[in-house]
């Protein structure tokens, strides 16, 4: 994961991701962006991650996740509060990846010799915006080898230009990206905003399904919940 702070700003912006291991071995990812920066963006930060924390380790899906969150924005945080988010599980023992996209631009599947491919699907408003709407959860294959890219618009907005051209970029800049997860970080950065001085916060989050080799050995704390995962990696 990379966090690159806008330039030209001295308040803390509303980018931010998460990397929540799950009880049973699953993994969840989240990137969001709030809208807004200062103190108020900072501290609804704190309350989306500690929220989202606590709904992802109660064992909810994705969209339930998510509607759990909207709910919690629209009723608890103000009707001017409205976030962006994307919030995705991996199972690792199947590859199965499922996720819900709340206004957020979507995730990037790099599979096989490179070849990326946008994770269009389960993309709804904004957290914050309706207070019921309909969000879908969509559910793909992440194969041994490939990687996801979760990102904020910092690393693909320009002003003046066309967010399309910038999501054109980041699937070119993947075409001769490292294979491993912190130097294709890296790349990104420096690729997409070479002079290292973003106009907008950059979050940036790649995980890769790592293929299992005939031998593996793994290191687990001594509590009951840690059997889930164990027995998660061993039928991988």
């Not at 793909?140 to 003046?160: A, C, F, I, K, S």
Request: negative net charge; glycine residues 10%; contains cysteine.
């Amino acid at each position: 994961a990379r966090y690159l702070p806008a330039a030209a700003e001295a308040e803390v912006g509303g980018d931010w991701y998460d990397v929540i291991p799950i009880p049973g071995g699953e993994v969840g990812l989240v990137m969001g962006d709030i809208a807004g920066k200062g103190l108020a963006a900072a501290s609804m930060v704190g309350q989306l991650r500690s929220a989202l924390r606590a709904y992802s380790l109660e064992g909810h899906s994705p969209q339930r996740v998510i509607e759990q969150l909207n709910r919690l924005v629209w009723n608890e945080m103000g009707e001017s509060q409205m976030a962006t988010l994307l919030y995705l599980v991996l199972d690792p023992a199947d590859g199965s990846v499922s996720w819900v996209n709340a206004g957020h631009l979507p995730p990037l599947l790099v599979v096989g010799d490179r070849l990326a491919q946008f994770m269009e699907g389960g993309r709804s408003v904004p957290l914050g915006v309706m207070p019921f709407p309909a969000y879908e959860e969509v559910t793909t294959q992440l194969d041994p080898g490939g990687t996801v890219v979760l990102y904020t618009d910092g690393l693909v907005e320009r002003p003046g230009d066309h967010i399309d051209n910038g999501l054109a970029r980041l699937a070119g800049a993947m075409r001769d990206a490292p294979y491993e997860p912190e130097q294709l970080c890296d790349h990104l950065l420096s690729t997409l905003v070479p002079e290292g001085a973003a106009q907008d916060d950059v979050a940036l989050l790649a995980l890769q399904n790592v293929p299992m080799a005939d031998r593996f050995s793994a290191v687990f704390p001594t509590e009951p919940h840690a059997l889930a995962s164990m027995r998660s990696l061993l039928r991988r």
